[in-house]
């Protein structure tokens, strides 16, 4: 348990890493956790595909970039993951 406990850690830390290279530290907690969960599920290298949803999130448009997550194929595949996010981001 305790090595399953730090593998988590660890991919937690280099997702949340990312999320902050991406999206920088002043972007809001919520969007830094939106782009920290996009990139410990898919990676850092499919999320650098996002290129309309993380320039939308740098801007604050909340909205917009839900409409591009939702326009993916991310969404396709897991979209009560994606819908979960969206509305916490939202606080629908």
Do not use: C
């Amino acid at each position: 348990e305790q090595y399953w406990e730090g593998v988590f850690e660890k991919d937690f830390e280099k997702a949340y890493n990312g999320a902050l290279k991406l999206v920088g530290k002043d972007t809001t907690g919520q969007a830094i956790g939106i782009i920290t969960e996009m990139i410990f599920q898919m990676g850092i290298q499919n999320v650098l595909s996002f290129k309309k949803t993380l320039r939308h999130i740098r801007k604050n448009n909340k909205f917009l970039a839900a409409l591009e997550m939702m326009d993916s194929i991310w969404y396709k595949q897991t979209p009560l993951r994606v819908e979960n996010l969206i509305k916490h981001f939202l606080k629908l």
